[in-house]
């Protein structure tokens, strides 16, 4: 089961689809989300391969002002507008589906944070396109949050810190870690 753990939509289940989306744990997003609290407020947000909506709804409940989702599957689509109702928060999210790659090569938009949770098997290069990729749409102060699986290495492998400013936090969650960069320059 995946829920709102916490703001406007606290307790809320959000309806998820088995082999399609791979839900982030409460404990995930609680520690998350209590890291990201002092700026999150009103924040414009981008959520990457978004799954069920799940992080993205949960920055909305607790705060954040807008939302935009990128997902290329039409089944997660449905389940981000379902889930976007459920909350009531479907008036602070835009839902895209396409490529996050094309996305990201055609956006004009500048976001406070960025959530980058691809699917786990998606090949490192992809996933360091991705990352790079992001760099152009992140407002100067704002945030990189990176969910990847624990076993692989980054931020060493991409070496980001050079490219974006510094690591801010980094968590290993069992087969999950997270890494939050602030963009500096």
């Known amino acids: 089961m995946s829920r709102i753990t916490a703001g406007n939509a606290k307790n809320t289940k959000l309806l998820v689809a088995d082999g399609i989306t791979r839900p982030i744990t409460d404990r995930i997003k609680i520690s998350l989300f209590d890291t990201l609290s002092p700026v999150l407020a009103n924040a414009n947000c981008l959520d990457l391969f978004a799954g069920s909506g799940a992080i993205g709804l949960e920055a909305l409940s607790r705060g954040a002002k807008h ?4 997902e290329n599957d039409s089944e997660a689509i449905e389940l981000i507008l379902e889930n976007g109702k459920k909350t009531n928060l479907e008036n602070q ?40 990729s992001s760099l152009m749409v992140t407002k100067v102060d704002g945030y990189i949050i990176f969910r990847y699986p624990s076993k692989e290495i980054y931020p060493e492998t991409i070496n980001i810190n050079a490219l974006i400013g510094q690591n801010v936090w980094q968590k290993k969650y069992g087969l999950s870690k997270i890494t939050i960069f602030e963009r500096t320059n």
């Open 67 to 70: 939302v935009t989702f990128v």
């Open 93 to 132: 999210i835009d839902v895209l589906e396409m490529r996050v790659q094309d996305y990201l090569k055609n956006c004009r938009n500048r976001f406070e944070l960025i959530f980058i949770d691809p699917p786990f098997p998606l090949k490192l290069e992809e996933k360091l396109e991705v990352v790079k």
